[in-house]
T-cell receptor
Framework: GNSVTQMEGPVTLSEEAFLTINCTYT??????LFWYVQYPGEGLQLLLK?????DKGSNKGFEATYRKETTSFHLEKGSVQVSDSAVYFC?????????????FGTGTRLLVSP | GAGVSQSPRYKVAKRGQDVALRCDPI?????LFWYQQALGQGPEFLTY????????KSGLPSDRFFAERPEGSVSTLKIQRTQQEDSAVYLC???????????????FGPGTRLLVL
């Protein structure tokens, strides 16, 4: 079946450090891939997405590249801020046909200290 | 315009009580989804509506869970005879179109946090 595996957290960084959160997936067909972010006390927000192999999604300084050969979609940011502290969820959705159920990973908590 | 709204934001229920959770999707959105997020976990799919039709309910954990969207807009998730294991955040999401475009964005509401004592 379809599944998403994320690195366990928490990830603790100092401000301006480089961030990588690993995400790998198992899926049939050609899924679309997403990163969602959940700030404390708030709902899930779409951070970025990629719909086909080699696509790069980017937003707010975050980037992730859809790597079909390694079935990965790692999230990166060159310089994190305290305000980036949140829980990050990698997710996939099947492509081609059918409805659009999202399959999520378990989430990775990021803590950024000043 | 307004985003997805859910009510109540918090609900405490005694075991055995029935609860009803409401979702107001973004106006005009065809697709509506319910997810369950247990503490420390990612959201898990419960059910999906395309307009008023419930096209998939494979994620509903038991027959105590029931969802409806009678006019293709507002949706209600009902849990009968609540159990402690039902304690979770229930998330609603909507998207503009259905059946096409695997990259179509789902917009999430803030969730309803349910605690069953």
């Amino acid at each position: 079946g379809n599944s998403v595996t994320q690195m366990e957290g928490p990830v603790t960084l100092s401000e301006e450090a480089f961030l990588t959160i690993n995400c790998t997936y198992t899926a049939t067909g050609y899924p679309s891939l997403f990163w969602y972010v959940q700030y404390p006390g708030e709902g899930l927000q779409l951070l970025l997405k990629a719909t086909k192999a080699d696509d790069k999604g980017s937003n707010k300084g975050f980037e992730a590249t859809y790597r079909k050969e390694t079935t990965s979609f790692h999230l990166e940011k060159g310089s994190v801020q305290v305000s980036d502290s949140a829980v990050y969820f990698c997710a996939l959705r099947r492509g081609n046909t059918g409805f659009q159920k999202l399959v999520f990973g378990t989430g990775t908590r990021l803590l950024v200290s000043p | 315009g307004a985003g997805v709204s859910q009510s109540p934001r918090y609900k405490v229920a005694k075991r055995g009580q029935d609860v009803a959770l409401r979702c107001d999707p973004i106006s005009g959105h065809v697709s509506l989804f319910w997810y369950q997020q247990a503490l420390g976990q990612g959201p898990e799919f419960l059910t999906y509506f395309q307009n008023e039709a419930q096209l998939d309910k494979s994620g509903l954990p038991s027959d105590r869970f029931f969802a409806e969207r009678p006019e293709g807009s507002v949706s209600t998730l009902k849990i009968q005879r609540t159990q402690q294991e039902d304690s979770a955040v229930y998330l609603c999401a909507s998207s503009r179109i259905s059946g096409q475009g695997a990259g179509e964005t789902q917009y999430f509401g803030p969730g309803t946090r349910l605690l069953v004592l």
